[in-house]
Structures are given as structure tokens and as C-alpha cells.
T-cell receptor, first 118, second 114 residues
């Protein structure tokens, strides 16, 4: 079974530029998450999709960040314009919906995109 | 409010020794799950082990076991016979039955010494 795919793996941009990240979840996984992970910290949830609908985007800085999940499969996260504090690893994860017998769902992660804003 | 606390920012352990990574949690839900993930320097999050709140037995997966003490709200990860490849960040996370999000701790950086 193929894992979660992300691209690019690394990106260096200057502040005020825009950038986009792509994620392809595990086949059949209805739930997709985007996280931001600052160096030395735990992941912070930016947005959660269930199929192609948004479940939670309360921590997404909507003035500069946007995300979409067309057709309930691939997803794109965009930052426009980028700030220095956006330097982080952006992780995409997916999980199956309603896994019986287990409270909370295991999330499967992609390799992440390391963003550096200069 | 739900919260995960990992009190050890970093640990050094001699190769082949056992190591315990601490995790305490706070939740008002009766049904929840506890997860441990490993994050090597490459950056990918790797799932290690899961413990459900109603599971009577402590979870085990190979060299990993979870010391679950429900009354104390702790879910410590035990790694037996540590190896150099165990050097990584380790995160404890909690998921509740009511949603499908994970609450994450700040992590513990584990370094295995040869």
C-alpha cells in the first residue's frame, strides 16, 4: 500500500512570495490533515478535511493561508504572502473514517515539506 | 480542556539499556486513545503504538510497550534494548472518540549513546 505523498520536500523562498504544497493521501482515506511543525515543537493542526469538506480550520491563518481538497483526494496548501515565521515543516496526514473499536484514529504521515522563508 | 504533557525535553541513554519516556494527559472524555509517534531527523512521523482507554492490557509492539496508568492519566512509552536507530524525537498524542483529531505533546528528544 502506497503511503502519503508530499511535494516538494524542500522549498526556499523570500518573504512576501507565495508557495504551494501538494499532498496525496493513502487511497481510501477520507480524512486529511495539514499540520505546521516549528522546529522543536509538536505538530499544530492547520486544517482538517473530511472528503472534500472542511471539518476544522480554526487555526489556519486565513489572511495568508488557504487549502483545498478537490474531489476528496489530493490537497493543496498555499501561503500567500509568506512571512519569516512561516518557516517550518508542513506535514500532511490521512486517516480512515470511523475505524471501529478504536477511539481516536491513527494518522499516517507523509515525509513533510521543509519551508525556509528568507 | 484536553492536554498532553511530556516533561522530558531530552534524554541520553546508553545503547542496549531500556528507556522510559513520560507522557501525562488530561481529558474529560471516557473514551479516548493514546498514540506514540517517532520522528527521526528525516522529518517523517512514524506511528509506534496505540492504547485505548478501555483496553485492560498494556499495549506492546515489538520492543515498544506502553505503561498505561489510567487513574494517574499517564501513558509512558518503554523502549527495551535501545538501539542507535532509536535516536529521534518522540511524541505522545491523544485522540478522542468524539472527533478525529490528535492533541500532541511537545516531544522528547532521545539520543542513544554507543
Amino acid at each position: 500500500e502506497a503511503g502519503v505523498a508530499q511535494s516538494p520536500r524542500y522549498k526556499i523562498i523570500e518573504k512576501r512570495q507565495s508557495v504551494a504544497f501538494w499532498c496525496n493521501p493513502i487511497s481510501g482515506h477520507a480524512t486529511l490533515y495539514w499540520y505546521q511543525q516549528i522546529l522543536g515543537q509538536g505538530p499544530k493542526l492547520l486544517i482538517q478535511f473530511q472528503n472534500n469538506g472542511v471539518v476544522d480550520d480554526s487555526q489556519l491563518p486565513k489572511d495568508r493561508f488557504s487549502a483545498e481538497r478537490l474531489k476528496g483526494v489530493d490537497s493543496t496548501l498555499k501561503i500567500q504572502p509568506a512571512k519569516l515565521e512561516d518557516s517550518a515543516v508542513y506535514l500532511c496526514a490521512s486517516s480512515s473514517w470511523g475505524r471501529s473499536g478504536r477511539a481516536g484514529n491513527e494518522q499516517f504521515f507523509g515525509p513533510g515539506t521543509r519551508l525556509t522563508v528568507l | 480542556a484536553q492536554k498532553i504533557t511530556q516533561t522530558q525535553p531530552g534524554m541520553f541513554v546508553q545503547e542496549k539499556e531500556a528507556v522510559t519516556l513520560d507522557c501525562t494527559y488530561d481529558t474529560s472524555d471516557q473514551s479516548y486513545g493514546l498514540f506514540w509517534y517517532k520522528q527521526p531527523s528525516s522529518g517523517e512521523m512514524i506511528f509506534l503504538i496505540y492504547q485505548g482507554s478501555y483496553d485492560e492490557q498494556n499495549a506492546t509492539e515489538g520492543r515498544y510497550s506502553l505503561n498505561f496508568q489510567k487513574a494517574r492519566k499517564s501513558a509512558n512509552l518503554v523502549i527495551s534494548a535501545s538501539q542507535l536507530g532509536d535516536s529521534a524525537m518522540y511524541f505522545c498524542a491523544m485522540g478522542e472518540e468524539s472527533n478525529y483529531q490528535l492533541i500532541w505533546g511537545a516531544g522528547t528528544k532521545l539520543i542513544i549513546k554507543p
